[in-house]
């Protein structure tokens, strides 16, 4: 069995910075409740005037993952996108990216797992990698979330949260530098309304003859914020205990924890749980929002790019979202 490596990083987030005040200029919320609740500060919006899809802003965060993995992008065997927010309901993002890249007609898969999406899909670049069937694979997250969500006071509980982004990484076959050394999936489906868009979707659908009979909540995204956040602290750590406890480590040996950037105030509980130090842990919540499952390779493709985390490094991922579905991934940077 092979193994595995992350080779390169990138990231791209669009450049239109949307402040908690500017929000309060929409809605009924403040800087306060915000930071109080989530740790958000900021976030990206894609300006309405010029969208940026969620498949071009992977393609450009791809292009800085191959620079600095070195290979060309020729020797890439395999795409692996991860989103919620694709461009169409079908085909995937995968291969528009597979287009955009002007790639030989490599395989490409969707992954639909929200803000776990870049676990699993790391797990499948691992998998993939292990086997020996490819030897570089591009994984993405990239959301394109602002267009979607409920901007009145209405629905100030989700769209103060979510943020567009894309991160990217080259899963390569690895050396003895450097290896990703288990991912850990899970999903609890009797949760999957807890946190959902229903539509749209073959059974949520605009009635042509009758459009009034759709109601627009189920083209916007719901949540019971209790419920998630009271999973989440505990699924987190779970996932965090199982990779370690796999491979023989405790929370010392974690050079740096990067969680899916959900809430700041999750972070810290696992933080504080998992008695880790303010310097083996990466947030970057505070000027992104959340977003989904384009926040870890963010995450990680800043860490990297600020030297919060160095080749050698112990490097944990985590996620929890909808679903529910969550996971870890455990690795030798
Ligand atoms: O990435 C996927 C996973 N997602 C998560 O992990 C999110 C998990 N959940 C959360 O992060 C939190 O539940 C939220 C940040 C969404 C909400 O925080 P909370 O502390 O659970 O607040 P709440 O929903 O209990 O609401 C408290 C109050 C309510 O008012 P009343 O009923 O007490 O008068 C809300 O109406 O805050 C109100 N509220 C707001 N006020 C100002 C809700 N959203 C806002 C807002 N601004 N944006």
């Given at each position: ?10 990231h ?12 309060s ?13 989530t ?5 990206r919006?894609v ?15 791809a ?6 993995s ?11 996108f991860?989103?919620i927010?694709?461009d169409?309901y079908?085909?995937g993002?995968g291969?528009?990216?597979?287009d955009?890249l002007g790639l ?5 898969t969707?992954?639909?797992?929200a803000?776990s999406?870049?676990?699993?899909a ?5 998998a ?8 570089n694979?591009l994984?993405i ?7 979607v ?5 209405n629905?100030?509980?989700?769209s ?11 899963v ?26 229903k ?11 009758d ?5 627009p ?10 419920v998630?956040f ?23 040996d ?5 969680p ?11 933080q504080?749980?998992?008695r880790l ?8 919540i505070?000027?992104?929002g ?6 870890i390779p963010i995450?990680?493709?800043e860490?990297?790019q ?13 996620a ?7 996971g870890?991934?455990?690795l030798k940077?």
């Amino acid at each position: 069995m092979y193994k595995s490596r992350i080779s390169g990083l990138g990231h791209f987030l669009p450049p239109n910075v949307v402040s908690n005040n500017d929000l309060s200029k929409l809605m009924d919320t403040s800087d306060k409740w915000i930071q109080e609740r989530t740790g958000i500060q900021n976030r990206r919006w894609v300006d309405p005037e010029n969208i940026i899809s969620s498949s071009q802003m992977g393609f450009r965060a791809a292009l800085t993952a191959i620079e600095s993995s070195g290979i060309d992008k020729s020797d890439i065997d395999h795409i692996l996108f991860a989103t919620i927010s694709p461009d169409h309901y079908f085909p995937g993002n995968g291969v528009l990216v597979q287009d955009l890249l002007g790639l030989d007609t490599i395989g490409a898969t969707d992954i639909r797992n929200a803000c776990s999406g870049f676990i699993y899909a790391l797990s499948v670049a691992n998998a993939y990698i292990q086997t020996g069937q490819y030897e570089n694979i591009l994984v993405i997250g990239s959301e394109l979330q602002s267009p979607v969500l409920d901007k009145s006071t209405n629905g100030r509980d989700l769209s103060v949260i979510f943020g567009d982004g894309a991160g990217a990484a080259i899963v390569s076959r690895g050396n003895n530098e450097s290896e990703i050394f288990s991912t850990h999936l899970h999903s609890e489906g009797r949760n999957a309304l807890e946190l959902s868009m229903k539509g749209p979707s073959a059974i949520h659908w605009i009635d042509k003859q009758d459009p009034t009979k759709v109601s627009p909540e189920i083209f916007a995204p719901q949540m019971n914020g209790t419920v998630v956040f009271k999973n989440a602290v505990v699924r987190f750590e779970q996932v965090i205990l199982e990779a370690l406890n796999k491979n023989g480590m405790t929370p010392e040996d974690i050079n740096c924890l990067i969680p899916h950037q959900a809430n700041l105030r999750i972070s810290q509980f696992i933080q504080k749980k998992l008695r880790l130090r303010d310097d083996q842990i990466f947030n970057n919540i505070q000027n992104y929002g959340n977003t989904t499952g384009a926040s870890i390779p963010i995450a990680l493709s800043e860490a990297f790019q600020n030297n919060k985390i160095r080749r050698g490094d112990i490097v944990c991922l985590a996620a929890f979202g909808a679903g529910f579905t969550w996971g870890s991934a455990l690795l030798k940077f």
